[in-house]
């Protein structure tokens, strides 16, 4: 790997960075961006890392520190995918997750359809009041007898009036044969969505049945690991003990008990040098 950082350059399977001001989580995310991160001190320093992109196991062990977080079974696991291994599960998964992928995402927005027609329907009305008013005038023209010429205006309008109202009619028949193509996309998309959340839940049952295959097959070698930590405090793999050292065991357990081409970034004061924690986990190291 190699790290540059502000004119200085460091290269090698193992690098010492304890003596210098950079920090372990700017130089993980330079790892894991597979680039340069800037830092957001003040000094803006930055770092470049050019090493191999992370596999699998370094999202959970990448960075080795007191008070880790470690999510021990699927740690393990992972370190069990980092060497290739499967679980018979797999395929099943696969399938699941075709299925799941296949399935239409898209949504339905009846809110315009919905808005169309109500304004339709309150121009009906208007449009109404406005032929009964038209044909009031009429009658009462029709009434005294004559063929006046406003008369004729009159039932002109009256007559346009009734057309506009049946236009609007139509329209409103198209409004609500939309809305209501649109409530049944949102139906079908309805179902569409339970189908996806029932496999969604069998994809997560299947992925916790090939994990616990995982760990079961890397469990033994775990414990015997455990034992040959540099440091470590013993512990059973189902001792849930609260001391920030069990994390750090672990995680360093599974570091050598996995296959890691990326660097390992530790603050855990293991290690005599970073090049006895490379040789002891069999991967790149970063001390800090």
Not at 103 to 106: G, I, K, R, V
Not at 173 to 184: D, F, M, S, T
Not at 200 to 219: C, G, I, K, P, S
């Given at each position: 790997m190699r790290i540059e950082s502000n004119g200085r350059v460091w290269c090698g399977r193992a690098i010492d960075l304890s003596n210098t001001s950079l920090v372990a989580e700017q130089i993980v995310q330079a790892i894991r961006d597979e680039g340069k991160r800037e830092s957001k001190r003040e000094d803006r320093i930055e770092v470049t890392v050019e090493c191999a992109r992370p596999g699998v196991l370094h999202e959970h062990v990448g960075w080795i520190t007191a008070g880790m977080n470690l999510r021990l079974r699927t740690a393990l696991a992972a370190a069990a995918r980092s060497r290739g291994w499967s679980a018979p599960q797999d395929d099943e998964q696969e399938r699941i997750l075709k299925q799941i992928s296949a399935?239409?995402?898209?949504t339905v927005d009846t809110i315009p359809a919905r808005k169309r027609l109500a304004a339709t329907q309150d121009e009906i009305e208007q449009q109404r009041e406005y032929v009964a008013r038209l044909h009031g005038q009429v009658e009462a023209l029709r009434e005294t007898g004559t063929e006046s010429e406003p008369a004729q205006e009159a039932l002109a309008a009256l007559e346009r009036a009734i057309r506009e109202l049946s236009e609007l009619e139509t329209e409103r028949?198209?409004?609500?044969?939309?809305?209501?193509?649109?409530?049944?996309r949102q139906r079908r998309l309805n179902d569409i969505r339970d189908e996806r959340l029932a496999l969604?839940?069998?994809?997560?049952?299947?992925?916790?049945?090939?994990?616990?295959?995982?760990?079961?097959?890397?469990?033994d070698e775990f414990e015997r690991t455990i034992e040959t930590v540099p440091g470590a405090i013993r512990f059973g793999f189902n001792d849930h003990d609260d001391d920030d050292d069990n994390p750090v065991t672990a995680a360093l357990a599974m570091a050598q008990l996995g296959v890691l081409e990326a660097p390992v970034v530790l603050e855990c004061e293991r290690f005599v040098s970073a090049q006895a924690a490379a040789e002891w986990m069999d991967a790149p190291a970063i001390l800090l």
């Open positions: 399935l239409p995402t898209a028949a198209a409004a609500e044969h939309a809305l209501e193509q649109k409530r049944e969604e839940d069998r994809a997560a049952n299947v992925a916790r049945a090939a994990r616990e295959h995982l760990v079961v097959q890397l469990e």
